[in-house]
């Protein structure tokens, strides 16, 4: 058949087959790196696998969990830390057809337990705690009957990750060829704006990914990423570029320390790094307190949530003068969806950030379609339905794309997750309640709608003015967190502010809750100065000039599970709604 006659999910693809590329063309190199027990230090100490070992053992895994009777769409829950065995079985789970579920650790034990429940797992490769905790709530994985323990088993059956791949090794079994709109992975939202949210991946999601990222920021193979997101390790294998994961909890990526980063980076001479906004200032201070530099990295970039122009520009001071950083923009549901330089940012949107418009995301990655439109919480059935809006009026952002997911299952709220899972572009009916939220009609395509505010300027880059959830409705107006945030933040005893609402929806209030800097060896503390600075500051512009409630929250913010850099404005609301209660307004 020639090829302008196959239909879009009729074209085989699977982001494995670039591992099997650089597999062919650079056997030896590195591909994962990954550090060993104790404090051993230098290449020696890391766990490592060459390309070719895991494109090999990748198949060879794959092959064993055919063998297993694995088909294509059964449902796997992948819970395995970031090392040489995850991605040896991310890769082999693709290459087997199967569906991926991937959650993170971080967001806790309820959480995690209810999202994989209502992904209903057929099966579970997970480490051995991972699977004791499964044998012990077997209730409520019913259907969990392909077990692979990487690591000890102990009494729950099953088969072991060394068995899998040893019988695997000597198999014959063909493996499926993934088609673009099969399912690959749900992947579950960091949950900042209520319930995670399992999001439906494809296998052309995947691959979209990864060859719009390396286009746009013209990654070559040969280099090494410090990869402090462990899904990255998946994207760098398929671009021929050596993984370093370093010491840390990537449950808890905050908690990172600085100088296991920088020895990693040394290590292996990375070229490149990804970390979340939190992980960058924390590193960054530590570079600049204790003279430290990373000479060798040439990219950054850093995602999930705004990074402060303070933290490029330090980050930038400890790389090598000719290093970019990037803040690629965009969601679990949709990844990469635009992008801005560090450079940009420092010589031209920052100082319109400080002034209230927001903080500039960039451009669009080519392979993205958006629009901004006019806000309301309730469903858009139709495109015909949502009101375009003009550059400089503020919206919800919608996209659209290859990269852009279909929908979601694991709520399951009345949809069987298997009617969930065999969901292709059309059959936009059988939607999940979120999904009727989240998801706009055109034609044989979907929009998904961000949820994110923000406008277009005349250069069509967007500026990202928060969550449409956390903007605060007024008896006067609408106001956006992000903006007026951003105001706050140039007070220099701020580290940082947050705009929240309370009262009834129409007639809330803002409150402005600020984290101050600790100054040096003494307690922080909330003087009439601090708060004067603010108020006088919120009277300067129109975004904060109804601003009335100023409170100091005594400790850091509470932040999102994922990247530890989302302000949790939820909480924060409540416990403003106490504080103010409790008359403690500062006034
Ligand atoms: N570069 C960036 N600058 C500013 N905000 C960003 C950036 N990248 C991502 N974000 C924010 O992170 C959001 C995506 O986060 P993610 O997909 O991890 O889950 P979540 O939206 O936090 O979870 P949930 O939908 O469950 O609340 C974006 O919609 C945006 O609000």
């Not at 990295?297 to 402060?308: D, E, Q, T």
């Not at 009101?387 to 990269?403: C, M, N, S, T, W």
């Not at 992000?482 to 929806?505: D, L, M, Q, S």
Request: glycine share 8%; aromatic share 8%.
């Amino acid at each position: 058949m020639p090829i302008s006659e196959l239909s879009l999910s009729d074209t085989p693809v699977n982001v494995a087959d670039r591992l099997a590329h650089f597999a062919e063309r650079m056997p030896l190199s590195v591909a994962v790196a990954c550090p060993g027990f104790g404090d051993a230090a230098g290449r020696n100490s890391y766990a490592t696998c060459t390309f070719a070992e895991l494109d090999r053992d990748a198949t060879a895994l794959a092959r064993g969990l055919v063998d297993l009777g694995v088909t294509p769409c059964t449902r796997l829950a992948l819970l395995v830390k970031p090392g040489v065995e995850f991605v040896k079985l991310v890769f082999a789970l693709l290459r087997s057809g199967a569906t991926t579920i991937l959650i993170d650790p971080g967001m806790g034990k309820k959480h995690l337990v209810n999202c994989l429940a209502a992904s209903e797992p057929e099966g579970f490769i997970a480490i051995s705690p991972a699977q004791a905790a499964r044998t012990l709530l077997r209730k409520r994985f019913p259907q969990a009957k392909f077990n692979v323990t990487v690591g000890r088993r102990w009494f729950w059956g099953g088969t072991t990750y060394r068995q899998l791949m040893a019988t695997g090794a000597t198999s014959t079994t063909r493996l499926p060829a993934s088609r673009a709109t099969d399912p690959a992975a749900i992947i579950f939202t960091s949950g900042s704006t209520g319930p995670p949210k399992g999001v439906l991946y494809t296998h052309q999601m995947f691959d979209t990914q990864v060859a719009e990222i390396r286009r746009e920021y013209d990654l070559q193979p040969g280099g090494a990423d410090l990869a402090c997101f462990a899904l990255f390790g998946l994207f760098n294998s398929a671009m021929g570029i050596t993984t370093v994961f370093p010491k840390m909890d990537f449950s808890r990526p905050a908690s990172a320390d600085p100088r296991r980063l920088i020895a990693a980076a040394s290590d292996w001479q990375v070229t490149q790094a990804f970390a979340s906004p939190a992980v960058w200032d924390k590193l960054s201070t530590y570079c600049q307190q204790h003279g430290e530099q990373i000479p060798t990295l040439r990219k950054i970039f850093s995602c999930g949530a705004p990074v402060p122009a303070k933290v490029l520009q330090r980050t930038l001071a400890c790389v090598d003068a000719y290093a970019e950083m990037h803040t690629p923009y965009g969601a679990t549901e949709s990844l990469p969806v635009a992008t801005i330089a560090a450079s940009e940012v420092l010589t031209e949107t920052a100082e319109l950030t400080a002034l209230g418009a927001g903080v500039c995301v960039g451009r669009k990655f080519n392979s993205i379609d958006w629009r901004v439109i006019r806000i309301t919480d309730e469903p858009i059935a139709n495109i015909a339905d949502a009101e375009a809006l003009p550059p400089g009026e503020i919206g919800e952002l919608i996209v659209r794309g290859p990269q852009v997911s279909p929908g979601y299952m694991g709520e399951a709220r009345g949809a069987s997750s298997e009617a969930l899972v065999r969901e292709d572009l059309t059959s936009v009916q059988r939607l999940a309640p979120s999904n009727s939220l989240a998801k706009i009609t055109d034609g044989n395509t979907l929009w998904h709608r961000m949820g994110d505010v923000g406008y277009f300027d005349s250069q069509e880059r967007f500026w990202y003015c928060g969550r449409k959830n956390h903007r605060i409705e007024t008896a006067d107006g609408t106001i956006f967190s992000v903006p007026c945030e951003e105001i706050f933040n140039t007070i220099p005893t701020v580290a940082r502010a947050a705009v929240v609402g309370i009262g009834p929806a129409g007639d809330q209030s803002p409150v402005a809750i600020l984290e101050l800097f600790p100054s040096r060896g003494k307690k922080v503390t909330w003087s009439s100065s601090d708060c004067k600075e603010a108020k006088e500051l919120a009277k300067r512009f129109p975004q904060t000039t109804t601003i009335e409630n100023f409170l100091h929250y005594h400790q850091k913010l509470p932040v999102d599970v994922r990247h530890n850099s989302k302000i949790n404005r939820e909480q924060l609301a409540e416990w403003a709604v106490k504080e103010l209660g409790e008359h403690k307004m500062q006034r």
